[in-house]
């Protein structure tokens, strides 16, 4: 065979090399120890799922599922589905054992997610997002919750708040009080909010203008502008003033000011999906030149409604590997060391190797990674090799030290050496 | 919509609910501490992968390929696999840097692997498995070390080797170097190396007979039976004993045994891949109920050969999740702990909510894993949960706590108390 494979990958998808593993492992570390600090549970499905539980809200659903999954039918006649996102299967877990939950849940998973992106240039076809939920409990005090545990997930990467980010909050809640003191038509609120979504793309004139079109009475379209150019609560119009969902946006945002974790009140933050009903919030990145939204949520109150049975309140979010890789290597934030044996074992020539394995055995009993180079290389190429290999530390292998029992392990970083029989060279690496 | 969504995950998948998690996440960190322990770096890649990679080996792997995986024609008209096994990933990413690799080369992962079989009661479509390799090395002194890692495996599992498993090995080129010199042509061989792997499932007097009609010289063929009867080194026919594959196969044998991680001489074992060309191995439960290969793995000195260049020798094994479960709960060995936070701040109502989010983030930043119960139970209930999650403490919270400032650390365990100020309860449980 002339024609050889390609060693490629398939298209759109990515090789994790043990460099490019060693930072997948630190933001995967991270994003748990965080959750499970909040005490939120892991939990995971397949990445196959039935096509039907996406394509179950309606023909809009349909066409996206045909047109931006990978979506199949199996030997069994069935359509399943690489999942797109996490909440509909979080969604399907919750209402499988409603019964037998203890609620409120905090569960966390890192799915990798695939979507059928046409051809462009760098888009993928899959990542890994932390998904976060808190299930069971419609209360301003979640809400709270979820949010400090989205800020204390950057900060745990070392990230500043109001640095390097800010959390931006809105009230899809309020936003309805709101339209309801207007007495406005469902049109009318349609049209708004998809405005109030696309604002920051817009001009101000150009904004006004449609909003004004949008709305028939002129005094509403007033106050609904007011309202969306509010940069803070204090300046919200007054028709808001005395209704609940402004009581709990302003009793959360002192609560988070007061725990360090400041939020900043953004009226034109929506988040499209239909389906959120409370606080809603995107983290932005200040980087000047990145200033984007990387990453966002919210209070929904009927997830589970195409399981049937009552409907299971919760708030949540979502994070993205690629969208968070790229924020810390933006902001020079990216720190994760390459992982690697603590000692390497370099036998001088390879009828020492075995030898070699039996002494690196005896570390590794005492919890010390070691590992052998086997490999054919002068001593002096096997030194540079654990070297760039990030190993801590390197014995040199040769008969003498077979014969004697006596060993001398060197500090790659310092230089340093020390001799001993194997045990007091344990006893010293561990200290 | 009166008919509801099914809550049932894809057929033959499964999914992870909290308690799975934690036993999935126990297996998974044993798996990549003892890797680690061996220097192993990890490394991972997409489930997707173009289907040639699978196909390129023949009209046999084609049909394997087109019956057995899950393949589907994407958008862009490219046929696409979600992976069955590793090793051609592996081949694949290792082959691609062949030029920047500092060999040997230590890899693991644990990948999700999808394979379409028939329905049939219990099987499973997907898995996750460990893979362990060393490349680029042909010495036995990796042999050996491939043999200590799969023995720590099963160790830092609580097993014991003897007790519960036997590590088997064999070796194809000490069976080739028989052949050789019983000068059996390429038929007798195919037919012989067959016979071996069935012999364990045959009777004796079946197996003899078959093996008789295999070879035509009769000399030769009782040699052979007596080679695939041996139980031990010591009984191998004087044919092999002054070949090279032996000395090595004896070496390692010997220092696996000074090294504690004994190994069985198994002349059965050939592994039917036609890949393997070394050692070959398999770990055996020694459960009655379940007397099984468990793993298994071997040498090959021509892994990358699709993708062109020179042979790349090395030596790995592959360890699913679904076998490991099994064989640890059946011998009572799995113990992992179901993960929850260490406090759970339980507030009298839920006006107190606010308050227990602000005094649990004071624990969370110290370090101590806590979650706050803001369900509408009455604090007993809340207790009854705090139990049945596993959490350690709870700190039940009043309005009579929050105006001293002092507070109750209950141990659900011992029931033991203690009371104080946040800090001091902070550095009571860290200590």
């Known amino acids: ?22 930072v997948q492992q630190y933001l995967f570390e991270t994003w748990s120890y ?16 039935p096509s039907e539980l996406y394509k179950a809200k309606g023909a809009e659903n ?82 709270i919750e979820i949010l400090l545990l989205a800020d204390a997930i950057f900060r745990n990467f070392g990230a500043e708040n109001g640095t390097h980010y800010t959390i931006n909050v809105a009230s899809r809640a309020l936003l309805e009080s709101l339209y309801d003191q207007l007495t406005m038509s469902d049109e009318e609120r349609v049209a708004a909010t998809r405005l109030a979504d696309r604002k920051l793309k817009m001009k101000p004139a150009t904004f006004k203008k449609e909003l004004f079109a949008a709305i028939a009475d002129e005094d509403a379209a007033k106050t609904v502008l007011t309202y969306l150019n509010a940069d803070s609560i204090s300046t919200l119009p007054a028709t808001v003033l005395n209704c609940e969902p402004l009581a709990d946006l302003t009793s959360l945002m002192n609560t988070l000011d007061e725990a360090g974790s400041p939020v900043v ?54 994070f993205g590997d690629v969208t968070l890789k790229d ?20 036998p001088m020539d390879t009828t020492l190797n075995i030898n070699a ?24 190429k096997k030194i540079s090799a654990a070297s760039d290999a990030f ?28 001799s001993g029989t194997v045990e007091e060279l344990i006893a010293s690496l561990v200290e």
Chains 1, 2 share one sequence.
């Not at 024609?3 to 298209?11: D, R």
């Not at 009993?365 to 001593?379: E, G, Q």
């Not at 190993?391 to 040769?398: E, N, Q, R, S, T």
């Open 327 to 346: 924020f810390l290597e933006s902001h020079n934030l990216l720190t994760a060391d390459v992982r690697s044996a603590t000692l390497s074992i370099l």
């Open 391 to 418: 190993i801590d530390y390197v014995l040199v292998l040769g008969s003498d030290e077979l014969d004697s029992g006596t060993y001398t392990v060197k500090n790659l970083a310092t230089g340093e050496e020390e």
């Open 265 to 318: 009140f953004d009226p034109t933050i929506v988040r499209g999906f239909d389906y959120y009903t409370g606080i809603v919030f995107e983290v932005k990145d200040l980087h000047p030149e990145n200033n984007r939204s990387m990453m966002g949520g919210g209070r929904y109150n009927d997830l589970t409604g195409l399981f049937g049975g009552d409907p299971i309140p919760g708030i949540g979010f979502g």
């Open 34 to 49: 965080t959750a499970e600090q909040f005490g939120f549970l892991r939990y995971e499905a397949s990445v196959l799922e």
């Open 357 to 380: 394995q039996k002494i690196a055995q005896q570390f590794r009993l005492k919890d010390i990674a070691t590992t052998v180079d086997v490999s054919t290389k002068k001593v002096g």
């Open 1 to 22: 065979m002339s024609e050889h494979l390609s060693t490629k990958p398939y298209k759109g998808v990515r090789d994790f090399y043990p460099e490019d593993m060693s």
């Open 62 to 143: 349909e066409e996206m599922v045909n047109e931006q999954t990978y979506t199949f039918t199996d030997r069994g006649k069935r359509e399943v589905t690489l999942r797109p996102e996490m909440t509909p299967t979080v969604a399907r877990m919750v209402a499988g054992r409603r019964n037998e939950l203890s609620f409120p849940v905090r569960w966390y998973s890192i799915p990798n997610l695939f979507r059928y992106e046409r051809t462009q240039r760098g888009r993928l076809r899959e990542h890994w997002q932390l998904n976060c939920d808190i299930f069971g409990v419609d209360d301003v005090s979640a809400d």
